[in-house]
């Protein structure tokens, strides 16, 4: 019985140390970015209206303008990183930046290595065509022999695999990619934002979205497991900028609406 409660209370010492360790080592993450005066933000090379760079030359977006208001609340400079789509986790894992800035949802196989903030806002997956497509409906890409088109690692893959199971899945570097791809026909259709879609019409006018919503899914920042007081310090700026509205703003001006395009393109 004596040597049971010694081999307990060197378990709960074991437990206790492992817990101490890892808040001390999340509180140390806020504490080189305000001790270096640095946010280190990673966000997609490419990828309008989220992230992209303007006619004026500017890095601009709506991931953008919510990492400058995130780094202007905490008084230090942003310095933005450039990754394609499929680079952008595994630039977070190995420590690269702070926190990763992208239209991402939160999977089950991504919360499985990374942190991710409460959503910021909600998107509908569409599925998009040529305008002489003769197809209506998103439900009737799902044929064999139809190829259709997503971004190489994101969730339109899943989506296509799931939902469109009889098509066949072409994977794209990025979003921009895969529509001009639709445009030129080299595939049948593809699977995007709704947002997305709107955008990527302004460059292509060839294309035309497609009756229904796919599904409706969640968009988040990420950073690393360990960076736990980073993640509760986005989930508190989202709270306060969804009850300022601000944060409503930003979704309107570059996500539900075209009113962007004026300004950048």
Known sequence: MKQLIKSLAVAAVALVS????????????????LQRGELRVGVQTQGEPVSFVDKNGARTGLAIEIVQMMAADLNVKLVIQDYDWKGLIPALLADKFDILAADMTPTPQRTAQLLFSRPFFYQDTVAFVKKDSPYKTWQELNASGLNVAGVQGGTYITTIKDYLP??????????????????????????????????????????????GNITREPLAFATRKDNIQLKFWMDNWIELKTADRKLDNLVDYWWTSMKWEKDHK
Do not use: C, W
Not at 18 to 33: F, N, W, Y
Not at 176 to 204: C, E, H, K, L
């Open 18 to 33: 492992a817990v101490t360790s890892q808040v001390a080592h999340a509180e140390d993450v806020m504490d080189r970015i």
């Open 166 to 211: 009889q098509a066949t899945v072409k994977e794209f570097a990025s979003g921009p990619a895969s529509a001009q791809a639709v445009s030129v026909g080299r595939v049948d259709g593809a699977i995007s934002s709704a947002g997305n879609v709107a955008a990527y019409s302004t460059s292509f006018d060839n294309l035309r979205m497609l009756e």
